[in-house]
């Protein structure tokens, strides 16, 4: 038995490597997503408990844990994260895109 398959080393933004328009955004927003839900899960906050500590719907809660983040926006994420007492420290790093990616436009 012969195995062809070849191992491809991802980029580190699995919608970049998807070809995903937005990807930074995507994968920003599922980054602090997950440091919501991480915070959720340690302090063992069911969605009504962060409501009633936050203020936020607890649906968006439920929203959250379930990775449905269409309605969120960045800026809405980190206000959550602030709710639940965390602050969000950001470092921004620009480089070129690799050629190709800069003229499809993916990943804006």
Partial sequence: ????????RGSGNI???LGHPGADREQLRALLAAQII???EDRHLTARAAHDLTGVAAADFSRIRN?????????RLMT???GLGQQVD???KVRPRPSGLAAAGLGV
């Fill in 1 to 8: 038995m012969s195995d062809d398959s070849e191992i491809i």
């Fill in 67 to 75: 990775a449905n983040l269409d309605r969120f926006t960045i800026d």
């Fill in 90 to 92: 950001v470092t921004v």
């Fill in 15 to 17: 919608f970049r490597d």
């Fill in 38 to 40: 991480g915070v959720l």
């Fill in 80 to 82: 959550i994260l602030a």
